[in-house]
């Protein structure tokens, strides 16, 4: 008797746990993903005056304080995350390092009484109270220790995983307790289903955290090679003077920009923001930190010089209409198929350069007919070792 009992109870419990153990998971995947959104709950007495400041100057920062205001609001400009297309105005995180070791008083100064067309533009007409600002102030000091939010998820998103859940707890349930559902399979399937896409929701915005491909990095300057190489017609070597004899073709260093931007001290997109990061990086001696884009694998070797210097390459050839880009971007693949290719097909200008007289046999072959153009594979641009060492 004991012993037939025993197995209906025993299948019970275990139900029991399954499902729990199924709940649980849900309410903290859920909660998870809630907390990203807000990461209001801070409970602490002590530090909730500070916070209740923090939120102000964040609200007032985004537009939602003052109910009244007539401006436009600082996030519009000085946006918090990144775009895919140049925004010229300083983003949040820009001001916010700027400022975060300095006393209220120059930030106020800098905010309240602006200086420069472009600024004169943008801050005209601001009515904010001093204790307001000085919130503002303590929200962009604390995002410049935390950095700019992750791109969360959408409220939109969260309730749709809210339901999936609820739905999934639901068909557990009912495939243990209520058999409300005449056929078991059909709680099988939509438990498959709504897991199968909240699986796949999570891969998504963890995939979202990271870059899209092809995406051009802010560079740490906004600087254009559109209004340089392009607008104002500056040579390439001028400031990629080392193109011409050595492997690389360098980023010049900021006593060359200042060249120019001893005088040049507000541009017309980006006012003086920018030009002032060169003038301190120059003062400071502090190397500007590029974020570099074209970058061979070690076991190639590629010369500018060679190509350059004595190939007489067009830049374009290799990078594109650089003149046109407002952010640098990689416009070849750089791949062997690519270097491969090029040496096909490119003639060399074999009779008027000194460099090409040691190849005394490609010159006979030339005077004699056999050969009527000598192209770059010709001279042993795609053996191996000339690329592979
Ligand atoms: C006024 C100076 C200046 C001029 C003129 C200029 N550049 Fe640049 N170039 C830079 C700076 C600074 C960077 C680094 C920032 C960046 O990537 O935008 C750079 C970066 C680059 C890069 C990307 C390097 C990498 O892999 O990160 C390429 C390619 C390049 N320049 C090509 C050109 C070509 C081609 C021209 C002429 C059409 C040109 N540059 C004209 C200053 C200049
Ligand atoms: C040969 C002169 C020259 C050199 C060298 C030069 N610039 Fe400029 N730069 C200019 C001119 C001209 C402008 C355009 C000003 C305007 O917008 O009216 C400008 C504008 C800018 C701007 C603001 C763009 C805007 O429209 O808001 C930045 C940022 C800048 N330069 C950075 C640099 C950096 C970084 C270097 C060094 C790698 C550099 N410049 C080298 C002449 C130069
Ligand atoms: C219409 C766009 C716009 C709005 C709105 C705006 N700003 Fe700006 N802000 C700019 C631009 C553009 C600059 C850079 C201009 C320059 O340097 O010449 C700037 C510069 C700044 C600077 C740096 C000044 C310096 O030179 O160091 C601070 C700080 C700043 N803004 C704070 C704020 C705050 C706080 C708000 C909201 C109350 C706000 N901004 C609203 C466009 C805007
Ligand atoms: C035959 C193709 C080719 C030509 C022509 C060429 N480049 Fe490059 N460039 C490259 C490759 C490939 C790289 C990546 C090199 C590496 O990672 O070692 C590169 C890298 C660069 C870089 C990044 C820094 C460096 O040197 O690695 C700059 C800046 C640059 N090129 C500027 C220029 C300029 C300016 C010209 C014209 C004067 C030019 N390039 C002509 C292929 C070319
Ligand atoms: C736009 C055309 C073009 C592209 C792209 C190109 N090259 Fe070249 N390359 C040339 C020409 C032209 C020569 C012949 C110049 C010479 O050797 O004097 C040459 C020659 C060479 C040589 C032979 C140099 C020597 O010792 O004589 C090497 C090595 C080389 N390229 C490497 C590369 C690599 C690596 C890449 C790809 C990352 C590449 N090239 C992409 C045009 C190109
Ligand atoms: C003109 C220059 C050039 C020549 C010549 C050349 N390679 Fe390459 N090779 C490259 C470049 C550039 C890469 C890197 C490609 C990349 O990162 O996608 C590469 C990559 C490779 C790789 C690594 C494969 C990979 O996907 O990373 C091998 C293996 C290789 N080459 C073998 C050879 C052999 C064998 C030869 C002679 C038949 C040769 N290469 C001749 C430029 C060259």
Request: net charge neutral.
């Amino acid at each position: 008797m004991r012993k037939v009992n025993l197995l209906p109870d025993l299948q019970l419990r275990l139900k029991t746990l399954i499902s729990l153990i199924f709940f649980s998971i849900f309410l903290i995947s859920g909660n998870s993903l809630l907390a990203n959104i807000s990461d209001e709950e801070d409970n602490s007495a002590s530090e909730h005056q500070i916070h209740e400041d923090l939120q102000r100057g964040e609200r007032f920062f985004k537009g939602l304080l003052p109910k009244d205001r007539k401006f436009e609001t600082c996030v519009s400009c000085h946006t918090l995350h990144e775009s895919d297309s140049l925004n010229w105005n300083p983003s949040a995180m820009d001001i916010a390092l700027k400022y975060s070791g300095k006393d209220f008083t120059d930030f106020q100064s800098a905010v309240m009484e602006p200086n420069g067309k472009k600024m004169e533009a943008s801050h005209k007409d601001f009515k904010i109270e001093v204790e307001d600002l000085k919130k503002v102030k303590m929200y962009l000091d604390q995002l410049a220790v935390t950095g700019p939010p992750p791109p969360g998820p959408t409220i939109n998103m969260i309730i749709i995983f809210v339901l999936l859940g609820l739905l999934m707890t639901f068909s557990v349930l009912d495939l243990i307790f209520f058999h409300k559902i005449k056929y078991r399979f059909i709680s099988v399937i939509i438990l498959l289903i709504t897991l199968g896409i909240q699986v796949y929701m999570i891969a998504e915005a963890a995939i979202g955290l990271g870059r899209s491909p092809g995406y051009a990095p802010n560079q740490p300057i906004k600087f254009s090679h559109k209004i340089h190489a392009g607008d104002n017609r500056i040579d390439c070597k001028y400031c990629h003077h080392l193109a011409e004899y050595s492997k690389s073709a360098g980023i010049p260093a900021m006593e060359l920009c200042m060249n120019c931007h001893v005088l040049v001290r507000e541009g017309s997109h980006s006012g003086k923001f920018e030009i002032a990061k060169v003038v301190e990086a120059n003062e400071t001696k502090k190397p500007v930190e590029w974020i570099r884009l074209h970058n061979l694998p070690d076991h190639v070797f590629f010369s500018h010089a060679q190509h350059v210097g004595i190939a007489k390459v067009d830049c374009k050839k290799c990078h594109g209409a650089v003149q046109e880009m407002g952010i640098m971007k990689q416009s070849s693949d750089l791949s062997m198929g690519w270097c491969i290719n090029c040496h096909r097909q490119t003639k060399v200008n074999f009779k008027d350069n000194a460099y090409y007289d040691k190849y005394l046999k490609l010159h006979e072959d030339l005077k004699s007919g056999k050969l009527d153009t000598v192209r770059a594979v010709n001279i042993g641009a795609n053996d191996c070792m000339r690329c592979h060492y």
